[in-house]
């Protein structure tokens, strides 16, 4: 019995191309995978490209390793909204004999994950998290914009290759008035769509919410599309006919200013919003409008990449 | 009583510095810090530089997120040699009442880490380690050289701020067979000294070994010495009594060959060897030497790096 191949335009399909293609590497693990040079390259001259865009907005620049404190990741509500996607760094504490026993376990196939203990990290789920701790008091008067970079975690072992358990979002986050947070996300929105457009791919807004767990959010998700909160700019990685989300453009009203006292200089709680990036998913879009070889894109994407 | 400021020259104060002058961003975490703009631009300055020398060898590039498949850490013996280092993922695989209880636990404050079920990853506790799962089999003749760039994680929460949880390292790595291996180990200690001497660093080269856990791996840290298998490259960070590795070149002899089944093409196990920068390491070792405002650094620095 011969294994069928995937069928062209599905994710299936699009992941066995990339791997053939050698544009990503396996890693064992659904949704886990390296990147070659080229990947990585055109990861990197995006972002590059995004540095240019933004510049006239000065935005301060703050770069945050993949994980979160544990105290901080509390303060919000994601173990409420999201604990199905969570990832919560374990270690070992114990002594040599039990280091020994772990030994055993390991080498007898045995699970040893009950005998490690909580540290005082998580993996962090969005890479705006680490911003609002150090936000905490009173803003200037012209609020903050900031420009974050970080891999994120989302436990979703997928065989979609545009669903990454790792990877990197770019963001550019506005702290202030309620005016300011939607000017923000309204003109992010606008200015990310223009961007993605100069290169080469078409990118639709259309509102959307967050994937809350369980039932007992259904409301919660509704409110945030009757609220239109939440936009995505959506665009082709694998199928037309199931576009991706290349980036989002949210406002997070006093959500954040909330759980972390950041408040503007009339005392009010500071509102939040941003727009998010997805590296990799964007690097996926960019081979699937224009083919796995960019020394081969359009001389107008090369242009504008620099590439 | 006002509290004592930290003894000039040590790692606290060298902390409280670059605190104060917002170089390094405090998550509430020892070890877990964000970077400034500043900070993060000589990073990006160094690794470029990095590309630049190392362009001749024409080494393959491959980037890997900072999570290792499970199964590939529990080939390796790290789980015998460094338990206490590791990062586990855990997450929550729970339903819907589950969930609620989960949320109702971390709002009285109770731990609900007991909840949680392992996922299928860890944290990468060396920039290498997925890169051999990907070469089981056989090698070319010529052997491969690869170029990675990784964060990596270790549970050793510290107030050196040269000492972090989570950080990235370029590493150079060379399959093949024990004389290539050796040569590249030897060429690069060589070679990383003089680059570094470059940037206006006086690196040391010593002899070293890794950080055993207990006391049973006594004797392979002893070894590890007599056989020079591993040199650091040390400098100044904090304290000039005390040099921090700032780059380490190892041989690994067949050890990873045997864990992955690498062979080379006369049927023998591949050995490997490797240099590990450390870049949050280099960089503030490039801020001890030459102060915290790369603006006004010596202009052979600046010219080195392109700053």
Redesign the interface.
Known sequence: MTRQPPVSGTTECQLANLLEAGLL?????PG??????T???VVEHFEAYLTRVSAQFGA?????????????Y?LTDH??MF????????????T?AE??E??RK?QAGE????D??????M?TPAACY?LY??ATGVLPGEGRTV?LRA?V?R?E?SSDPAR????RQREFVRLGTPLQALAHRDGWLDRGRALLCAVGLDPQPVVANDPF????HRLMAATQREQTLKYELVATTSSAEKPTAIASCNCHLDHFGRAFDIRTTDGELAHSACIGFGLERITLALFAAHGFRPSAWPASVRGVLEL
Do not use: C, K
Request: net charge negative; no cysteine.
């Open positions: 590497i396996p890693s064992g693990v886990v995978y390296g990147l070659s040079g990947f990585e390259s301060e620049v703050m770069r945050f390793p993949p994980l979160l404190s544990r105290r901080t509390r173990l409420d604990p199905n996607l969570m990832g919560s760094v374990h270690t070992f504490l114990g040599g280091a020994a772990l030994t390991n699970d040893w994950s009950a490690l203990a909580p540290t005082d990290v993996l680490p701790p150090t420009d891999f975690f436990h072992p990454m358990q790792i990877f767990f369980g039932d007992g």
